[in-house]
């Protein structure tokens, strides 16, 4: 399985971000070999719109089949559902830690996105 997940850093051990379209960083793990490479976000951090579709086009691209972030707005969630990209929100302070939430099935797939747009 490959996951995406919303990061400031470039590690494991980095903050798991709260929002996605504006996220720094997605950090991309593979759960079959334990690698991982981080993908820059960094064009959509002032993006005045469109950074949720964006960020979710950049997502689909990596091969993504689910998503961790903090939050997700109504177009992002659109785009990644309509890729077939599962999406997952997550509280936990690190990328390691929402994947271990993860493996152990603590996280629920999103139904929806659970905030407006422009806030995440």
Excluded: W
Excluded at 25 to 33: A, E, P, Q
Excluded at 38 to 46: A, F, G, R, T, Y
């Amino acid at each position: 399985m490959i996951i995406a997940l919303t990061t400031s850093g470039d590690t494991l051990t980095s903050p798991l971000n709260t929002t996605f379209g504006r996220a720094p960083k997605f950090l991309v793990y593979d759960t079959d070999t334990g690698a991982f490479n981080v993908i820059d976000n960094q064009q959509n951090l002032n993006s005045a719109q469109g950074a949720g579709i964006q960020s979710a086009q950049t997502v689909s691209k990596s091969g993504a089949q689910c998503l961790i972030s903090g939050h997700c707005g109504p177009k992002a969630f659109r785009v990644l559902a309509a890729s077939g990209i599962h999406v997952y929100y997550s509280d936990a302070q690190t990328v390691a830690d929402a994947l271990q939430l993860y493996r152990n099935g603590a996280l629920k797939q999103a139904q929806s996105a659970d905030v407006e747009g422009h806030s995440a």
